[in-house]
Every structure is written in C-alpha cells, then in structure tokens.
C-alpha cells in the first residue's frame, strides 16, 4: 500500500529541492554535504519523478537572519542562507492535507523546531496533527520532543520511540531484532 500523501520537511525536504535543483541556500547544501547526505540527491529525484502525484514538497522556506525569521518563496531564497524550517505557506498547506488524512504517519520535524524564530513550522504541524480527525502515528525521539514541547501528547494516537524502525517496518523491511529472533530460534516467527 502506498501512502496517498507524503508531506516533506526538514532535512528530507531540503535534499529533495536541492535534488530537482531549487535554490535553498549555500548553507543548506553545506550542511548536507558535511552530513554525507550529498549521495541521496539522485535516489531523491527518481523517487520524486516517480511519485511526483504523493510527494508534497514545501512552497516556501525560513532562516534566521540578524537574529529575525526570514521567509522566501522557492526561487527567491537567498543564496547565502540555510533553509531551518518550512514556511508559513507550507506549513498552511500541509494542515489542510493532514485536517483531511484519516491517518497520519510522522518521522520528525519540519525544522529546527528548538529555537523561537524557527519553530512556526513544526508547530503549526503539531497543531493540525492534534486538531484531525484522522488517527495520528508518531515516531522518533524529535517527535515526541516536539509533541512534548508543545503540550499535545494526550492529541495523538500512538508515539514511538524508535522513528527509523517505525519506518522500516512500515516500508515492509524486516526489523533486526525480528530477522535475529527468526534466525536465532528453531521456533518459527
């Protein structure tokens, strides 16, 4: 089953505009090139060309300049900048697809949700996972962080710890601890 919806943000976000060649910011790039994250450009792109009708990438980008929230549209980000969240149009777009979804999967944050000017994103996200309908999956210890930080625990549906594995598992890949006890046993699993 695919997910009929995959909202972006974040570092995925950010790999993914660079990846169909959006200007987001020499700092952006800078930061994943540093995090060795550059080899995820190509894969990025055919999964884009691919699932272009799911993928929803942010229409608008945050950094901080002199200490202040800054905001851009794609294509008018400055070059010189570090994209650190979503904006305020993104984050507007993305409530209403979460509003509508009966369920929601979330892997993280769509920023640097830790600091003031950078946290309008994630919020707002928040905000639109506590205020649905839909039954609300969270994973990821940035998740639960934000879900803490924001008073909304009680909100969602289920919150894991484990993000990565809530992913694989949910990709359908075999979890470690599964594959050692279906290998270690002579009991089937």
């Not at 169909?20 to 995820?40: K, R």
């Not at 055919?46 to 942010?58: H, N, S, W």
């Not at 979460?98 to 993280?108: D, M, R, S």
Request: aromatic letters at 8%; glycine letters at 12%; hydrophobic letters at 45%.
């Amino acid at each position: 089953m695919l997910a009929d919806r995959i909202l972006t943000g974040g570092l995925v976000a950010n790999i993914f505009l660079i990846a169909l060649g959006d200007q987001i910011g020499q700092g952006s790039y800078d930061f994943i090139a540093a995090s060795n994250y550059t080899e995820f450009f190509e894969k990025a792109k055919a999964l884009y060309e691919a699932y272009r009708d799911r993928i929803v990438l942010p229409v608008d980008l945050s950094w901080v300049q002199d200490g202040r929230r800054q905001e851009g549209k794609l294509g008018a980000i400055p070059a010189d900048v570090a994209a650190v969240d979503i904006g305020a149009d993104t984050a507007a777009l993305y409530r209403e697809h979460i509003l509508k979804a009966k369920t929601v999967f979330v892997n993280g944050p769509m920023g640097v949700f830790e600091k003031a000017e950078s946290e309008l994103g994630t919020k707002a996200v928040w905000q639109a996972l506590a205020d649905t309908a839909g039954f609300t999956v969270l994973g990821g210890g940035d998740s639960i962080t934000a879900t803490e930080k924001y008073g909304l625990t009680d909100k969602m549906g289920y919150i894991c710890t484990g993000g990565g594995a809530l992913i694989r598992f949910l990709s359908g890949e075999e979890l470690p601890v599964v594959k050692a006890l279906r290998h270690g046993s002579s009991l089937p699993l």
